[in-house]
């Protein structure tokens, strides 16, 4: 069997401190939240977990990074590929903010692809990019799964954008999901250059996205690295209810001047503390 660990990746601020990432802290054990009241476990507890966040906002009608389409209707071709790349027994999300308004529009599930592509495909091009109430909306959606799967499995937040959050500071919900959880947010910023206020190298993973092809790709890598260690190199669960934590102290935190992000940090715990 495998169990999958998620890293921490999302937009930071100044306040948070590479020593204060949940991915840091192998040894804690907080998250998800359970109790005697928690939903029945899930049939899959090691399942991945992606929930894609689309901006649909009124800007992706223009035809900028195109090639003569509009970036609403490149971005839909992306994430209907990648949606077909996602494994099947993974479960798969989509929350959307468009002219129709800012929802949920496919709730996390394994066997949900034809609607995930229909909800995709009716996307339509308007409004504003409330970005800090998505993530929040998504960040609730995967602790849920979270406690399903009494917190083993893997959690990607994933990001499509072309701007910046128009719905209030998002920093207070940075602050909470860095510290709280293990959840990997990937964010794809299309058209929008590298100054943008989600990429932050040492603690972010930002991929900028020109043309549709760096688009496609940009998704694709959501799955192509993945961090991932095997069942058998944890200790036993103390109880039926949640994993045990990993007997073991993160690594010195990096220094200012090196650039880890953390995908990098698990590849090195992975490497310090696990048995191959």
């Not at 929040?136 to 701007?163: N, S």
């Not at 990997?184 to 190298?201: D, M, Y």
Request: with cysteine.
């Amino acid at each position: 069997m495998t169990l999958l660990l998620g890293a921490v990746v999302i937009l930071a601020c100044p306040a948070v401190q590479a020593a204060e990432l949940y991915a840091l802290n192998p040894a804690d054990n907080r998250w998800p939240p359970l109790d005697e009241q928690a939903e029945a476990p899930a049939g899959n507890p090691l399942a991945a977990n992606y929930y894609l966040v689309f901006d649909g906002s009124g800007s992706m009608a223009a035809q900028d990074c195109g090639d003569g389409q509009r970036k609403i209707d490149v971005a839909k071709d992306a994430i209907r590929q990648f949606a077909e790349q996602v494994p099947a027994d993974a479960n798969l999300g989509l929350y959307v903010f468009d002219r129709k308004g800012e929802s949920e529009r496919v709730a996390l599930g394994a066997d949900n692809r034809a609607r995930f592509q229909e909800a995709v495909a009716g996307v339509s091009a308007g409004n504003n990019t409330p970005l800090k109430a998505s993530a929040q909306f998504a960040y609730r959606q995967l602790t849920k799964q979270a406690e399903r799967q009494r917190g083993y499995g893997e959690y990607h937040l994933v990001v499509v954008t072309d701007g910046v959050s128009t719905d209030g500071d998002p920093m207070p919900v940075v602050r909470d999901i860095l510290k709280q959880s293990p959840v990997l947010v990937e964010t794809i910023g299309f058209c929008i250059n590298e100054k943008h206020s989600l990429n932050q190298p040492g603690l972010t993973s930002y991929r900028s996205a020109n043309d549709p092809e760096s688009l496609r790709q940009g998704l694709a890598a959501v799955l192509a690295e993945a961090p991932d260690f095997t069942a058998d190199q944890f200790a036993p669960a103390p109880d039926a209810g949640r994993p045990a934590p990993v007997p073991m102290q993160g690594p010195t935190p990096p220094k200012a001047e090196e650039k880890e992000d953390a995908f990098s940090i698990l590849r090195k715990l992975k490497e310090r503390y696990l048995k191959p």
